[in-house]
């Protein structure tokens, strides 16, 4: 059974920076892509940053500049590191592992920026 797991979310000031981690262990398949999403309170889930096979790499407008996504293909993980976090990146972040026309889903982990 494929599992995705989440860790490092928590509270922080605006202005500072946090690290999301991500494994999806259960699958002897390599993932094509992992993406990390969020959902804030009364919105839609939405990308945040995607990275799939052959170095591509995509940003929502919303964080270029701010977020970097890395991943490591042998070992089915992937990072999200924030800096200059706004109020307005609070959300349960959400990581996706993508395998063929498969995808799964963590239970996602809570980013509160606030003072």
């Known amino acids: 059974q494929v599992q995705v797991e989440e860790s490092g979310g928590g509270l922080v000031q605006p202005g500072g920076s946090l690290s999301l981690s991500c494994t999806v262990s259960g699958t002897r398949f390599r993932l094509t892509a992992m993406s990390w999403h969020r959902q804030a309170p009364g919105k839609e889930r939405e990308l945040v940053a995607g990275a799939i096979d052959g170095g591509i790499v995509r940003y929502a407008e919303s964080v270029k500049g701010r977020f970097t996504i890395s991943r490591d293909n042998a070992k089915n993980t992937a990072s999200l590191q924030m800096s200059s976090l706004k109020p307005e990146d609070t959300a349960v972040y959400y990581c996706?592992?993508?395998?063929?026309?498969?995808?799964?889903w963590g239970q996602g982990i809570q980013v509160t920026v606030s003072s």
């Open positions: 996706r592992g993508v395998v063929g026309s498969n995808d799964f």
